[in-house]
């Protein structure tokens, strides 16, 4: 159900209702039934949209106020600032990182000496 259609659905029962109350104060039977029979499922439309409106409402709330943690600020927020102080840990991990031997998805960017140094151990594998 879309809400766009809830004014012009609130409209037309407010119409209906109307319609009916004047045709039953003024004896115009055929009117009077027509309104009546057609008041009934307009009534129960506006209250189903209405129900649908109020869940989403409750719904964007609470995804709002979970999206906020304990100091009150957004995550994305929160993101930004403790990355802040991430490039100087970037920085000490990147120095370890090359202490270390290289792994496979590091070999294309090790000097040509380590590819011969690997296809020297290989060798000694293989014999």
């Known amino acids: 159900m879309r809400l766009r259609a809830l004014p012009l659905l609130l409209a037309l029962t407010a119409a ?15 009117v009077s039934l027509v309104a009546g029979l057609t008041l009934l499922p307009l009534a129960a ?3 189903a949209l209405l129900a649908v409106g109020a869940a989403r409402l409750v719904r964007l709330v609470l ?6 943690g304990r100091d009150g600020l957004p995550r ?3 993101a930004r600032r403790s990355s802040a102080g ?3 840990l970037g920085r000490a991990r990147a120095g370890r990182a090359a202490d270390r031997p290289a792994g496979p998805a590091q070999a294309s ?4 000496e380590t590819a011969a140094g690997r296809e020297r151990s290989s060798r000694q594998l293989a014999a």
């Open 16 to 30: 209906d209702y109307a319609l009916w109350d004047w045709s039953i104060a003024d004896g115009h039977d055929i």
């Open 45 to 47: 439309a506006t209250l």
């Open 63 to 68: 995804e709002r106020s979970s999206a906020r």
């Open 76 to 78: 994305r927020v929160r």
């Open 86 to 88: 991430r490039p100087a």
């Open 109 to 112: 960017a090790r000097p040509a």
